[in-house]
Nanobody, 124 residues
Framework: QVQLVESGGGLVQAGGSLRLSCAAS????????MGWFRQAPRKEREFVAA????????YYAESVKGRFTISRDIPKNTVYLQMNYLKPEDTAVYYC?????????????????WGQGTQVTVSS
């Protein structure tokens, strides 16, 4: 089992920044990719960004490219999501997830482990 704990959410004005953290209890072959997803009220959970532990390859949703940056700290088993130029439409619960390598990193079904989520609210 792998536990994921997110932190760093909060309330911010439009144009502001937040950094989310996701600490993993351990890294395994089945958790080679770490992803961030978000879910707004009455909407489906959607892909935001992903990163591989090995090599640090990154992937982003079009809606956050140029504004969000995903990174990882291997010794700390922690993944970060730096969110800049936040918009009201970024308001959602943000979830961290861990899964294996593969081409379906943008799908929720790709991931076996999920954190509890952290609320991000962007006011206009």
């Amino acid at each position: 089992q792998v536990q994921l704990v997110e932190s760093g959410g909060g309330l911010v004005q439009a144009g502001g920044s937040l950094r989310l953290s996701c600490a993993a209890s351990r890294r395994t072959f089945s958790t080679a990719v770490m992803g961030w997803f978000r879910q707004a009220p009455r909407k489906e959970r959607e892909f935001v960004a992903a990163i591989s532990w090995s090599g640090g390859t990154t992937y982003y949703a079009e809606s956050v490219k140029g504004r969000f940056t995903i990174s990882r700290d291997i010794p700390k088993n922690t993944v970060y999501l730096q969110m800049n130029y936040l918009k009201p439409e970024d308001t959602a619960v943000y979830y961290c997830a861990a899964g294996p390598l593969g081409g379906t990193y943008y799908r929720t079904l790709h991931y076996d482990y999920w954190g509890q989520g952290t609320q991000v609210t962007v006011s206009s």
